[in-house]
Nanobody, 123 residues
Framework: QVQLVESGGGLVQAGDSLRLSCAASRRTFSDRSMGWFRQAPGKEREFVAAINWSGKITYYVDSVKGRFTISRDSAKNTMYLQMNSLKPEDTAVYYC????????????????WGKGTLVTVSS
């Protein structure tokens, strides 16, 4: 059974850091691009960051550039999102996703989602 399991969320203060993890089964992880999305209360789910299958190419939504870093560890079948200088507007449930696509096809190619982990940033 294919699974994506997020962890690492929590309650932090503005300016703090958190690292989210997304553990995947090898079958899911090895041949797919991976990414993070988030959904704030009352808002639609939005793209945050993505990393290609080799880990050599990444891209981010403008609002997190310079603060968040996406990475992946193939040996551990795990993807990470290092979040620094957190702001209250980063408060959301963060979801990881696995995709068969890349670039403009990343979102359309998503075939697996995790259940999410809550990040709350207080001011």
């Amino acid at each position: 059974q294919v699974q994506l399991v997020e962890s690492g969320g929590g309650l932090v203060q503005a300016g703090d850091s958190l690292r989210l993890s997304c553990a995947a089964s090898r079958r899911t992880f090895s041949d797919r691009s991976m990414g993070w999305f988030r959904q704030a209360p009352g808002k639609e789910r939005e793209f945050v960051a993505a990393i290609n299958w080799s880990g050599k190419i990444t891209y981010y939504v403008d609002s997190v550039k310079g603060r968040f870093t996406i990475s992946r560890d193939s040996a551990k079948n795990t993807m990470y999102l290092q979040m620094n200088s957190l702001k209250p507007e980063d408060t959301a449930v963060y979801y990881c996703a696995a995709s068969r696509g890349w670039g403009s096809y990343f979102t359309d190619g998503i075939d697996y989602w995790g259940k999410g982990t809550l990040v709350t940033v207080s001011s």
